[in-house]
């Protein structure tokens, strides 16, 4: 049975699945472990059997793209994995319009080959990569991470990838070279909502240089073992894990390093709503909304409770010593 939400108008299976009991044994086992003082080293290697359980099937609508599983820290969380379905008909993606459903329906006009990006600015090697060159600069990983929309939604996604990192290091940037900045595709023939005034065209986002070699910031490729589904951001997107999705531009079309923070495109539309940093924080509300809780995609039906966000959205065992002194109430 489906019901409508009302929002957007989306339709959203009821939640059978909440939380799935093999899930709750898991937990509660892990409790168990914790308390018993299992070791540390012990402890890593039950959860790595556990992720490894959690196999998603190729949803078997695009070409399959071939990974090995993460073992980086943070790089795999246990919660349940949202429904490809569901991932991939809510979205954002403004180029094809500002409804949850529309890229689905919008986004098969894109055309993703062939493909190329451009890296340029303060590196010693500049150069256009074709897409099918940039898959293979690095061995393709797989990761299940959560995604918090500023919306209040988020979702679990498995991405497949490799750290920005990879990249970084392959183009060297100068000593100078402080952020990078990430350009999407703006092709009004192919974009219907390019050209229209929601925002400043391109969709450009940026990262500290320091954040973009975290071992977390993943240029993506795809999702649930497949190439990505235009609608997500073909051919590549990045996906930033601990800030809100809109850090995680979709069909990038070149990455350049600059000495100058850049102005983003969220950033331009509203500054007091989207500042440069837009780290996951439940302590600093969106002006117009609270950031404190969230609700999962797919599992919005009536009976679904809302889920507390967490701070860097629960990534800050890893990122938080990036931010380290930084007041997070002025650089939100
Ligand atoms: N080029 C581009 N990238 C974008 C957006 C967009 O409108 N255009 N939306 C962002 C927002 S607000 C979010 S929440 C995520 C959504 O990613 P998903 O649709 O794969 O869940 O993409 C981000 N990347
Ligand atoms: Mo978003």
Redesign the pocket.
């Known amino acids: 049975m489906l019901i409508k939400t009302g929002r957007d108008g989306f339709q959203h299976p009821v939640p059978s699945e909440i939380t799935p009991f093999g899930v709750y044994q898991d937990r509660r086992r892990l409790l168990k472990l914790m308390a018993s003082g299992v070791a540390g080293a012990g402890l890593a290697a039950w959860a790595g059997r556990q992720a490894l359980a959690q196999q998603v099937a190729p949803p078997g609508k695009h070409a399959a793209l071939k990974s090995t599983r993460s073992t980086a820290a943070g790089a795999v969380t246990m919660e349940k994995i949202t429904d490809y379905k569901d991932?991939s008909t809510?979205?954002?993606?403004?180029?094809f319009g500002t409804d949850k459903s529309d890229?689905a329906k919008n986004a098969h006009t894109l055309k993703t080959t062939p493909w190329t990006v451009e890296v340029d600015g303060m590196v010693k090697k500049p150069g256009k990569y074709g897409i099918e060159d940039l898959l293979k600069l690095s061995a393709q990983e797989e990761r299940i991470y959560r995604?918090r929309?500023?919306?209040g939604w988020s979702?679990v996604?498995p991405w497949v990838g490799y750290p920005v990192s990879k990249l970084v290091e392959k183009v060297e940037p100068l000593g100078s070279a402080k952020y990078v900045e990430f350009i999407?595709?703006a092709d009004p023939k192919t974009m219907p909502y390019v050209g229209s005034r929601v925002?400043d065209w391109?969709?450009v986002?940026a990262l500290r240089l320091d954040e973009a070699m975290h071992p977390l910031a993943l240029l993506t490729f795809g999702m649930y073992g497949e190439v990505l589904p235009n609608?997500?951001?073909a051919p590549v997107?990045l996906v930033v894990p601990w800030k809100?999705?809109?850090?995680?531009?979709?069909?990038i079309v070149r990455i350049r390093f600059t000495d100058k923070e850049p102005k983003t495109?969220?950033n331009k539309a509203a500054a007091n709503e989207y500042g440069f940093y837009s780290n996951v924080n439940p302590e600093v509300d969106h002006p117009r909304w609270s950031q404190a809780t969230e609700r999962r995609i797919g599992e919005d039906g009536l009976f679904a409770k809302k889920r507390k966000t967490l701070m860097f959205n629960g990534y800050e065992a890893q990122v938080g010593q990036l931010y380290a002194g930084m007041d997070l109430k002025k650089n939100y």
């Open positions: 991932a809510y979205n954002n993606f403004y180029e890229p995604l929309c500023v919306e979702m996604v999407t595709q925002l391109p969709y986002e609608q997500n951001g997107r809100y999705g809109f850090k995680s531009g979709k069909s495109a969220w």
